[in-house]
Every structure is written in C-alpha cells, then in structure tokens.
C-alpha cells in the first residue's frame, strides 16, 4: 500500500528534551524520569493541537459570520488539552524508565530530521484517503454542497490515523492494569469524540469557500514521502 505522510513541527527543545530523556532511560539512569517524559509527551500532544486547530480557530474568530462557533471550538478545545494535562502525565509517571523505553523510541523514530532547522513528527496515512480527500475538495470547488460531508470524514480519517500511532499504540505498549487503561480508554474516547464533533458540525453550515478554506489550512502537513518540500496535493 503506497502511503503518504503527514508532518507536525515540533519545538527543537522539545524534541532535544526528549532525546535526552530517551538517551538517559535507555541506558539505565538511575532517576525515575517517567514523570519528565508523559510532561514531554503532553507538550508535543499540545503543539500539534496549537498547530492543527489552534491557529484554524483563532482564524475564525475574525470573522462575524464563523466567530461563534470559533468560540465553541475553542472551548472544546481547552477541555481537550485539560485532559490531556491532567491524565497523560499522571499515567506515564506511574511508570518505571524501563517501561517507557519502547514508548519513547517508538516516538523518535516517528521524527523525520532531514529538514535543516526543523524537528517533524510524522505518520503514513494511505495515498488513496489523501486521493479521496483531494477529489471531495474538487467535488465542492465545482459546486458540490454534499461533498462538504465527505471531505470532513475523510479529514477525521487522516487526523485518527495520527491519534492511533501517537496516543492510542504508546498505550497499548505502556501496558497498563485494567483500572487505568480502561480510564484512559474512556479520555481518548471522550476528546477524540469531542474533536471529531466540532469538525463534523462544520458541514451543517459551511460554505463551498470555507470547506475549501478548511481542506486548504490542513493540505499543508500533508506531504509525499518522494519529496517532502511539496504538498501532496499539489502533485496531483
């Protein structure tokens, strides 16, 4: 299956910190740095956060006609990075270092460093959900209001895919006891059902111009692997 990949930028500190702590973990330090590691693990899951809907959402809030669901988009997502803070540091530091070793390389080899002066995490998303969400962007620039529905799907898709290899595999190599992997199954549900709501809300009123604007602000970290300096969707 031919796959392309989407790209999040990374603090270079961040990524630094997190090589270290994965360096002195791997090779037995003695200090229990489990609770330095799921605070790394949240800032990353923030930024990408920040990135992915943050700057969307502040975007909107410009505009009269978007500035109330911009508003509640906001909301729902301060709530998800409140969870996030809450449990994600508090069931990675139950964890002793040799635990958190397969975790935390699993994380580094998701980094592409081939960019000068950048720290990109990334995940495979398969080119025919890249094909499909591009033709639903097609779709609805020739007119097509239904097309709206499809692409956001698609784009839930793509985003799940990244919630999967970032949040949902770390757990299940974390391999917690059944009290707190049933709890953070029940978080992962909650924030991800929140998220993927308010995204799919979108096509109960959005236009043509803002589905395009929306499909346009996530086309940018979506990137063929044959080369990485131009969006996949201007190869097509």
Same mark, same amino acid.
């Given at each position: 299956?031919?796959?392309?990949?989407?790209?999040?930028?990374?603090?270079?500190?961040?990524?630094?910190?997190?090589?270290?702590?994965?360096?002195?973990?791997?090779?037995?330090?003695?200090?229990?740095?489990?609770?330095?590691?799921?605070?790394?693990?949240?800032?990353?899951?923030?930024?990408?956060?920040?990135?992915?809907?943050?700057?969307?959402?502040?975007?909107?809030?410009?505009?009269?006609?978007?500035?109330?669901?911009?508003?509640?988009?906001?909301?729902?997502?301060?709530?998800?990075?409140?969870?996030?803070?809450?449990?994600?540091?508090?069931?990675?530091?139950?964890?002793?270092?040799?635990?958190?070793?397969?975790?935390?390389?699993?994380?580094?080899?998701?980094?592409?460093?081939?960019?000068?002066?950048?720290?990109?995490?990334?995940?495979?998303?398969?080119?025919?959900?890249?094909?499909?969400?591009?033709?639903?962007?097609? %779709?609805?620039?020739?007119?097509?209001?239904?097309?709206?529905? +499809?692409?956001? /799907?698609? $784009?839930?898709? =793509? &985003?799940? !895919?990244?919630?999967?290899?970032?949040? %949902?595999?770390?757990?299940?190599?974390?391999?917690?006891?059944? +009290?707190?992997? /049933?709890? $953070?199954?029940? =978080? &992962?549900? !909650?924030?991800?059902?929140?998220?993927?709501?308010?995204?799919?809300?979108?096509?109960?009123?959005?236009?043509?111009?803002?589905?395009?604007?929306?499909?346009?602000?996530?086309?940018?970290?979506?990137?063929?692997?044959?080369?990485?300096?131009?969006?996949?969707?201007?190869?097509?």
């Amino acid at each position: 299956m031919s796959t392309q990949r989407v790209h999040l930028h990374i603090q270079d500190q961040t990524f630094r910190t997190l090589e270290e702590l994965n360096t002195r973990i791997t090779h037995g330090y003695g200090k229990d740095l489990s609770t330095d590691l799921g605070q790394v693990f949240t800032e990353i899951t923030h930024q990408v956060l920040d990135q992915v809907f943050l700057a969307l959402i502040q975007s909107n809030k410009l505009q009269p006609e978007l500035a109330e669901h911009a508003f509640e988009a906001e909301k729902a997502l301060d709530h998800i990075r409140a969870q996030l803070q809450k449990y994600m540091p508090w069931a990675v530091g139950m964890l002793s270092n040799d635990r958190l070793v397969p975790v935390s390389n699993h994380m580094l080899t998701h980094f592409d460093l081939s960019h000068s002066h950048h720290s990109l995490l990334c995940y495979a998303v398969p080119t025919h959900l890249v094909q499909d969400l591009f033709t639903s962007v097609e %779709r609805i620039q020739q007119g097509d209001q239904l097309a709206v529905d +499809v692409m956001l /799907k698609h $784009l839930i898709e =793509v &985003i799940d !895919l990244g919630v999967t290899e970032f949040i %949902r595999k770390p757990k299940t190599m974390l391999k917690f006891n059944f +009290v707190v992997d /049933k709890t $953070l199954n029940g =978080v &992962i549900h !909650l924030v991800t059902s929140l998220g993927y709501k308010r995204i799919a809300h979108m096509a109960q009123y959005a236009s043509p111009q803002l589905a395009i604007r929306y499909a346009t602000h996530f086309q940018q970290f979506i990137y063929a692997d044959a080369d990485k300096n131009e969006s996949s969707w201007q190869e097509m």
